[in-house]
């Protein structure tokens, strides 16, 4: 199994655990008569998790919405080109995201969720840290594979709704 | 800063650059030249933030109880059922068609998931029945916007996170014009079939459209499941979400008994993906949307609009045109997470009812998906029809016209989209 396997395992996962979350909101407060404070918090704790491990392992295949109807006009080693400064941009972007997640993950380290007091803020701030990592890494990988002429573009439609 | 912002951006997006990463580039370099200090940590602060709100994690559980109720195999009955409903009309496999996604919008909420999974089935029977390929792509195109019109809608979660205002009353208020789409397609359908002869179905015996009305009973519950919950209180828009994929689960292993282990798990891997190119997207647009405003912008563009005109239907007609040209070029989501923000303050100064312009933002966007050169239903019928990128386009445009007019009539009377939330929410205040 690849990182890139594994990683959406995970994502399948952790929607798999916002979906429960969600359901036992109901259960708790129309069945059970007792309103969960802790759910809705986890369920967007879960959210952002989705969200950023997902973001991560689709930046391998570059699946995220883009615009590419100019780009295509252009000749291979152009568009080779615009790919590797677009990457090369991303990388000084997520660089920046991820010094500020983890200067976010190191001072909240102990401050905790509020209606969930074993999960700390510091905790979601390093999993943004590490999936930032990640897409560098994805990033790094694409632009290795570019110019040594064995990068692959997938096709974007398959991850846009 | 107002440069570098919109420059910016727009230079990024033509160059390829993945959308919420130009929206996040574009927001760093305005804040740059903008002279305030700039700390990092405000990058994963904000995007994380703008994904803090519960309403939007109806989005990934919608689109999950859409895949599995398409896994299921419910299309096929839901368009059968259509069929027996009315295909008996002057070009009925083409009713049929429409009147089976106003009812899969009902469970799916996403114009481009009800043209990738029914329009297949719908545009084999169109050409097995005979009808041009061509009209059967333009009416396939036009009845997939039926989706996020009639609720549930993935794009009013998505306007109701970037504008504050309620998905229940935003879900109600697209009731009444997906209704009058689906009328306004049919219409054109009757007008089309007249005309060129196209074939209709022979009338059902009662004991096929019993049949077929019992196969497709249950999942056409979904949406009267989902409604009756949150109008009466019991679930929000966001438990509701899970109550659907409760209900997809439920019909799709035990009832239809079509779903294994395996088709499960691509199932929550898909939509995990894609719900996390969405939620990308939105967490970048929150960065965007707290330096938009910070810039200024919005302040400028309001008082630009209003020393035009303070008048409610002239400012929204304004913005529907502007609109109508951004969605040709942009993703329904993005625009509306960069100009709801921006529109909404002028509209509600006016005294538009944000309902009625969130409802009348969302149709406007959903014509960009039949419009050239980013329409992605244009793009999904390209590549399930077999037909040229250009002929598709042809095509559609006609179908533009019944979709537009319907925008004009809830422009014009509001009281289509604000009647039924305030009928059974009362008036908001």
């Known amino acids: 199994m690849t990182v890139k396997n594994a990683l959406e395992k995970l994502n399948a996962l952790i929607l798999l655990c916002m979906f429960c979350i969600t359901t036992?909101?109901?259960?708790?407060?129309?069945?059970?008569?007792?309103?969960?404070?802790?759910?809705?918090d986890l369920a967007q704790l879960s959210f952002i998790l989705l969200v950023f491990v997902g973001a991560a392992t689709v930046m391998e295949d570059e699946g995220h919405i883009r615009i590419t109807t100019l780009v295509e006009r252009f000749g291979p080693r152009t568009r080779r080109a615009i790919r590797i400064v677009n990457r090369l941009l991303m990388i000084t972007f997520m660089v920046l995201f991820a010094k500020g997640a983890w200067t976010n993950a190191m001072f909240?380290?102990?401050?905790?969720?509020g209606t969930v007091d074993w999960i700390?803020?510091?905790?979601?701030?390093?999993?943004?840290?590490?999936?930032?990592?990640l897409m560098i890494l994805y990033l790094t990988l694409n632009i290795v594979r570019d110019i040594k002429g064995t990068y692959q573009q997938s096709d974007r439609l398959n991850a846009t709704i | 800063m107002i440069f570098v912002l919109t420059l910016g951006m727009l230079v990024l997006l033509l160059a390829g650059m993945p959308v919420a990463m130009a929206m996040a580039l574009s927001s760093v370099a305005a804040l740059l030249v903008s002279g305030m200090p700039f700390n990092p940590t405000i990058l994963s602060t904000k995007m994380q933030f703008g994904l803090q709100n519960f309403v939007l994690v109806g989005i990934p559980l919608f689109i999950l109880a859409a895949k599995l109720m398409n896994t299921a195999g419910i299309t096929d009955r839901i368009f059968r059922f259509a069929g027996t409903m009315v295909g008996f009309l002057p070009g009925g496999l083409g009713h049929s068609n429409v009147v089976a996604s106003l009812i899969f919008s009902g469970m799916s909420g996403a114009a481009v998931v009800d043209a990738a999974s029914l329009g297949q089935i719908e545009l084999e029977a169109m050409k097995k029945a005979g009808y041009p390929k061509k009209f059967s792509v333009a009416i396939t195109a036009?009845?997939?916007?039926?989706?996020?019109?009639?609720p549930p809608s993935i794009p009013m979660i998505v306007f109701s996170f970037a504008s504050g205002e309620s998905?229940?009353?935003?879900?109600?208020?697209?009731?009444?014009?997906?209704?009058?789409?689906?009328?306004?397609?049919?219409?054109?359908?009757?007008?089309?079939?007249?005309?060129e002869n196209l074939p209709r179905e022979p009338f059902p015996?009662?004991?096929?459209?019993?049949?077929?009305?019992?196969?497709?009973l249950l999942p056409m519950l979904t949406p009267v499941i989902l409604l009756s919950c949150i109008?009466?209180?019991i679930v929000t828009p966001t438990e509701a979400a899970a109550v659907a994929v409760c209900y997809a689960l439920l019909i799709g292993l035990f009832v239809m008994r079509e779903l294994s282990f395996r088709q499960l798990v691509h199932v929550f891997v898909e939509t995990a993906k894609e719900s996390a190119v969405i939620g990308f997207v939105i967490a970048a647009a929150s960065l965007f949307g707290w330096v938009l405003l910070r810039s200024g912008m919005t302040t400028h563009i309001a008082d630009v609009m209003l020393a035009f005109s303070q008048d409610p239907l002239i400012v929204l007609l304004i913005i529907s045109v502007f609109l109508f040209a951004i969605g040709c070029f942009l993703d329904s989501t993005i625009a509306i997470l960069i100009f709801a923000p921006i529109f909404l303050p002028v509209a509600m100064s006016v005294g538009i009812d944000p309902i009625h312009f969130g409802v009348a933002m969302v149709l406007n966007l959903m014509l960009g998906l039949l419009t050239p050169p980013f329409g992605m239903v244009l793009f999904v019928m390209t590549h399930i029809s077999g037909l040229k990128f250009d002929e598709v386009v042809r095509a559609t445009l006609p179908i533009l016209v019944p979709l537009i007019a319907v925008l004009m009539l809830i422009i014009v009377f509001p009281v289509l989209v604000t009647g039924l939330p305030n009928m059974l929410m009362g008036v908001a205040q």
């Open chain 1, 24 to 40: 036992l909101t109901v259960i708790f407060r129309s069945v059970l008569s007792t309103p969960a404070s802790w759910s809705e």
């Open chain 1, 108 to 113: 909240n380290w102990e401050v905790d969720l």
């Open chain 1, 120 to 133: 700390q803020i510091g905790h979601m701030y390093m999993s943004l840290f590490v999936c930032s990592l």
């Open chain 2, 142 to 150: 036009g009845s997939s916007t039926i989706g996020p019109i009639f």
């Open chain 2, 167 to 195: 998905v229940g009353r935003l879900f109600l208020g697209g009731v009444v014009p997906g209704l009058l789409m689906t009328l306004a397609l049919m219409t054109i359908i009757t007008i089309r079939a007249r005309k």
């Open chain 2, 205 to 216: 015996t009662l004991a096929i459209a019993t049949r077929s009305f019992i196969d497709a």
């Open chain 2, 231 to 233: 109008w009466s209180g």
